[in-house]
T-cell receptor, first 113, second 111 residues
Framework: NAGVTQTPKFQVLKTGQSMTLQCAQD?????MSWYRQDPGMGLRLIHY???????DQGEVPNGYNVSRSTTEDFPLRLLSAAPSQTSVYFC????????????FGPGTRLTVT | GENVEQHPSTLSVQEGDSAVIKCTYS??????FPWYKQELGKGPQLIID?????GEKKDQRIAVTLNKTAKHFSLHITETQPEDSAVYFC??????????FGTGTRLKVLA
């Protein structure tokens, strides 16, 4: 049981480039989400999904896109990278939406120059 | 808007002493309060959680208390050890997709 996996671990992009951060879980969890972590700001929700084919916006969705074609995978796309998107990104999953433990991946450290 | 305030932002304790981290939430509909530990270079990991129908929960050296009237909850770590050094986050949820996280406390346990 690998839990939640994320790739890549580190990435450097130039302004305007696009890329996809990968996230997968093998726990058959319905709920998956993406957070960004910035110094002094805790974790902020970007997008979330309550099941395959269903996605919705969190509190900071601008500049990001998601899709959920399978239960296991939940990729995050940066459409046109900006320096303000320099951050550490975490994918998380839980059994269902609501008051359940979230399992976090190891994170992707992204730098946009 | 909804928010969770967490204090202190940094905390240094001697090994064997106790550590207390406090959080205050704004949304009275919140009913689930998890605490996460994040070690360097890793993702947050749940260490304990409490629901609104319980006032206190304990798991070995870790305990969480909840005061619904005052809308605050606290993490207590007793007999601290060097491996307790990490960043700790509190969060609040009202049973929907949304978890509001505190800004984190960096705990250093000095040997």
């Amino acid at each position: 049981n690998a839990g939640v996996t994320q790739t890549p671990k580190f990435q450097v992009l130039k302004t305007g480039q696009s890329m996809t951060l990968q996230c997968a879980q093998d726990m058959n969890h319905e709920y998956m989400s993406w957070y960004r972590q910035d110094p002094g700001m805790g974790l902020r929700l970007i997008h979330y999904s309550v099941g395959a084919g269903i996605t919705d916006q969190g509190e900071v969705p601008n500049g990001y896109n998601v899709s959920r074609s399978t239960t296991e995978d939940f990729p995050l796309r940066l459409l046109s990278a900006a320096p303000s998107q320099t951050s550490v990104y975490f994918c998380a999953s839980s059994y269902m939406v609501g008051s359940y433990e979230q399992y976090f991946g190891p994170g992707t450290r992204l730098t946009v120059t | 808007g909804e928010n969770v305030e967490q204090h202190p932002s940094t905390l240094s304790v001697q090994e064997g002493d106790s550590a207390v981290i406090k959080c205050t939430y704004s949304d009275s509909a919140s009913n689930y309060f998890p605490w996460y530990k994040q070690e360097l270079g890793k993702g947050p990991q749940l260490i304990i959680d409490i629901r609104s129908n319980v006032g206190e929960k304990k798991d070995q050296r870790i305990a969480v208390t909840l005061n619904k009237t005052a809308k605050h909850f606290s993490l207590h770590i007793t007999e601290t050890q060097p491996e307790d050094s990490a960043v700790y986050f509190c969060a609040a949820s009202k049973g929907t997709y949304k978890y509001i996280f505190g800004t984190g406390t960096r705990l250093k346990v000095l040997a």
